[in-house]
C-alpha cells in the first residue's frame, strides 16, 4: 500500500471541509481512474470528513493506492461512536443543533459512505476517537 | 471521421511566432509549449477557444477558415449567421438596411442563428419540464462541450441531448428551402457566417454528428470587410422590404447575448461566461449539483458571442446595439417555424467524453510517475514564469517526467543555481595546491 495524498481535518471547520476535494478528485483523474469510480470516492470521503468537522475534534485523511484498488482512511480524535449498527441506519444523528442548522445532521452520512465504497470498516473507541477504512476497487 | 482524430482550426504559422510565451499564460487547458523556439500545441488538449489568438503579439496564430468563393461550387447557396452579425455596424442601427446588405454577398437565403435559439428553446423547455434531475449544460458554445470532453468527462450527462442553436438553424434553413424550391439536397451549399474559432472548429468536426451540417464557414471579419467594401459602393439599394416573420426579442438576445432567462421563465437558469469562470463553475459542478439550477448556458467567451475572436466591434458596444435593435421585436411569436419535423434538433448520436491520456495506463506506474513529477516540481522555483517553455512549473515537472526531451535544466533558475554551484565547486578544487608542486617546495 502506498500513500498517495493525506489531509489533516479541523473540527468544526466546515469552511474548508472538502478542500481536500478538488486534490483528490485532479490526481484521480491524472492517474486514469474513470469519472464515475472518482465521484464515488469523492462522495465518501467527503462524508467521512465531515463527520469528523461535525462529531470529532482532529483527524486525518489519507489516500493509499493498492494495486488495483483505492483505500482512504480517516482517523480522528473524538467522542468515538457508541453503537456503530446504530450510527449505520439511514436517518441516526447525534449532531447538535449548531450542527444541524448549518444543514447537516441528517444522518445520512454513513449510510451514504457504504454505499458509494466496495469495502467498509469503522473501528471507533469511545472518548477516544474513530477509524473509518473506505475500500474502493478501480479496475 | 475517427472519434480518435481531432480537427482543429487554431494553428500556429511558425514563421511569425518569435517564442515569446505570451500565448502559453492564457490557454486554458495548459495545451501550449516552446518547443525550440517556437509555440506549439498539443493536439489532444486544445479546444479551439481562441484565447492564443486573442493575445499573440505577433498574430503568429490563426485560425483555418474557408474563402468566400467556395460557394461557387454549389448551384443553391444558403447562409446561417451569427446574429452577433448585427451589432458590428456602426452606420446600420437598423435590421432591414443590414440584412439588405447582406442579400449583395450572393446567397439565395439567409437566416440568422436566432431561427435556431427561437426553434430550440421550446425543444428545451419541454425537455426540462420532465428532466429535473440535475443542472443541464447548453451545447451552444462549441468551446465548452470540447473542453468538458477534455477535461470533465463526469458531466457528459449534464449536457443536453440537443444540437447547438447554429446547427438547428441550419437544419431548418435546409429543409425549409428544399421543400419551397423543390431541389435536392446535393446541391445545396449550406454555409455558416462564424463569430470564433470555435465555431468554425465545430462545422469541421461537429462532436454528436456523424456527419457535418454545414458545407463551409467563413469567419465574421471577412464578411464584415467585404460588406464593408459593398457599402462604399453607389448602386446599392437598402431601403428594400424584408420580412421578419420568426424574430423575436428573446431569441435575439439569446443567440448573441446568452441571454438565457429571457427564453426560460419558468426554469433558474444561468449564463456564466468568460473561460475562467467556466471552468470554476464546471469544477463545482463536479464536486457537487446546483440542484436549484435547472439550466446553464455556457460561452468560452466574455460576454458571450458578442465576445468572439472574428468580430470587430467592442463587445460591450456590439451588445448595446444589439438590445436596440431587439426591443423592436415582439416577445414571442404567434406560431414557432415547424419544430423537429424529423426530430432535427437531438444530437445524432451521444456525445462522447475524450479525456487526456492518463500519465500511464497502469494505474501503479501512473502513481509511480506522479511521485517523480511531485519530486521535480519540488526543486523548482514556483516562478511560472514559462521561460521554459512550459506554461507552469507544475506542467514543466510533468513534462521533465513524461517527455524525454525536456530537462530539468531548461528551468533557467535551476540552470544557474547549478552553475554557481559548479563555479563554487571549480574555484575550490582549482584552489588546491598540487600535491607534487607541494613536495617540490619543501625540499
Ligand atoms: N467520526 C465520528 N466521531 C463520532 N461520532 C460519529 C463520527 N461519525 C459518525 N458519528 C456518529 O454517527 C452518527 C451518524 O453519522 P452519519 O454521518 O450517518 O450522520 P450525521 O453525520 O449525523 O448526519 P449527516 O452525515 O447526514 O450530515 C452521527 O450522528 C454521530 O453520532
Ligand atoms: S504569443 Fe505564442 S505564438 Fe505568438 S509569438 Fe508569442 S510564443 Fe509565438
Ligand atoms: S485555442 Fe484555446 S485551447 Fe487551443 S491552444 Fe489556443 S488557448 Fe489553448
Ligand atoms: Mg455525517
Not at chain 1, 482512504?72 to 441516526?92: L, W
Not at chain 2, 428532466?131 to 470533465?152: E, F, G, H, S, W
Not at chain 2, 436549484?292 to 458571442?305: A, K
Not at chain 2, 506542467?395 to 526531451?405: F, H, M, Q, R
Amino acid at each position: 500500500m502506498e500513500k498517495i495524498l493525506d489531509f489533516k481535518i479541523k473540527g468544526r471547520d466546515f469552511i474548508n471541509a472538502g478542500e481536500s476535494t478538488s486534490k483528490m478528485k485532479n490526481y484521480f483523474k491524472k492517474i486514469g481512474i474513470s469519472s464515475k469510480i472518482i465521484k464515488r470516492i469523492l462522495v465518501a470521503s467527503y462524508e467521512a470528513e465531515l463527520n469528523v468537522v461535525a462529531h470529532a475534534d482532529s483527524g486525518v485523511m489519507e489516500i493509499f493506492v493498492d494495486e488495483d484498488k483505492i483505500v482512504v482512511t480517516v482517523e480522528d480524535e473524538g467522542p468515538g461512536i457508541e453503537d456503530i449498527d446504530r450510527a449505520m441506519q439511514e436517518g441516526f444523528s447525534t449532531a447538535s443543533d449548531e450542527v444541524r442548522e448549518m444543514g447537516f445532521g441528517a444522518g445520512m452520512g454513513l449510510p451514504n459512505i457504504k454505499r458509494n465504497s466496495d469495502d467498509l470498516e469503522i473501528e471507533s473507541e469511545v472518548n477516544k476517537g474513530t477509524r473509518v477504512k473506505m475500500v474502493f476497487n478501480v479496475s | 471521421m475517427s472519434e480518435k482524430e481531432y480537427i482543429h482550426t487554431v494553428t500556429i504559422n511558425k514563421k511569425r511566432c518569435i517564442g515569446c510565451t505570451r500565448c502559453l499564460r492564457v490557454c486554458p487547458t495548459k495545451a501550449l509549449r516552446i518547443r525550440n523556439g517556437k509555440a506549439i500545441i498539443l493536439q489532444d488538449r486544445c479546444i479551439d477557444c481562441g484565447e492564443c489568438i486573442r493575445v499573440c503579439p505577433q498574430k503568429a496564430i490563426y485560425s483555418k477558415i474557408d474563402d468566400l468563393d467556395i460557394i461557387n461550387n454549389y448551384k443553391h447557396k444558403l447562409l446561417v449567421y451569427s446574429s452577433v452579425l448585427i451589432g458590428q455596424f456602426k452606420k446600420y442601427k437598423n435590421f432591414k438596411k443590414i440584412l439588405n446588405l447582406m442579400s449583395y454577398l450572393g446567397f439565395d437565403e439567409i437566416v440568422g442563428v436566432d431561427i435556431g435559439a427561437l426553434i430550440i428553446s421550446d425543444v428545451i423547455r419541454s425537455f426540462l419540464k420532465h428532466n429535473r434531475d440535475k443542472t443541464y449544460i447548453t451545447t451552444n458554445c462549441p468551446a465548452v462541450v470540447r473542453l468538458i470532453q477534455v477535461k470533465y468527462p463526469s458531466l457528459i450527462d449534464n449536457m443536453l441531448p440537443f444540437k447547438n442553436m447554429m446547427d438547428v438553424a441550419g437544419e431548418y434553413l435546409k429543409k425549409e428551402y428544399m421543400k419551397k424550391n423543390q431541389v435536392k439536397e446535393k446541391n445545396i451549399g449550406l454555409f455558416y457566417l462564424s463569430p470564433c474559432p470555435s465555431k468554425a472548429q465545430a462545422v469541421y468536426q461537429p462532436e454528436g454528428e456523424v456527419k457535418r451540417i454545414f458545407d463551409g464557414v467563413f469567419s465574421m471579419e471577412e464578411v464584415y470587410n467585404n460588406l464593408r467594401y459593398i457599402m462604399e459602393k453607389k448602386d446599392i439599394h437598402l431601403d428594400k422590404d424584408i420580412e421578419l416573420e420568426n424574430v423575436t426579442e428573446s431569441s435575439l438576445k439569446w443567440s448573441t447575448l446568452g441571454d438565457v432567462d429571457s427564453q426560460f421563465k419558468d426554469f433558474t437558469s444561468l449564463r456564466i461566461d468568460g473561460i475562467d469562470n467556466v471552468i470554476e463553475f464546471l469544477e463545482e459542478i463536479e464536486e457537487g449539483d446546483f440542484k436549484e439550477i435547472d439550466l446553464v448556458d455556457m460561452y468560452s467567451c466574455q460576454n458571450g458571442c458578442v465576445g468572439g475572436v472574428f468580430t470587430n466591434e467592442n463587445p460591450f458596444v456590439c451588445e448595446h446595439r444589439i438590445r436596440h435593435i431587439a426591443s423592436s421585436f415582439p416577445d414571442s411569436v404567434d406560431e414557432i417555424p415547424p419544430i423537429c419535423e424529423g426530430d432535427y434538433c437531438s444530437l445524432s448520436k451521444p456525445l462522447k467524453p475524450r479525456p487526456v491520456e492518463p500519465i500511464d495506463k497502469n494505474m501503479s506506474n501512473a502513481v509511480k510517475k506522479m511521485k517523480e513529477i511531485e519530486e521535480v516540481f519540488k526543486k523548482l522555483p514556483k516562478l511560472n514564469c514559462s521561460i521554459c517553455g512550459s506554461p507552469t512549473c507544475y506542467n514543466l515537472a510533468e513534462d521533465i517526467v513524461l517527455n524525454e526531451d525536456v530537462s530539468i535544466y531548461d528551468c533557467p533558475v535551476v540552470l544557474r543555481r547549478n552553475l554557481r554551484n559548479m563555479a563554487k565547486d571549480l574555484f575550490e578544487m582549482a584552489g588546491r595546491i598540487d600535491p607534487i608542486e607541494e613536495k617540490k617546495d619543501k625540499e
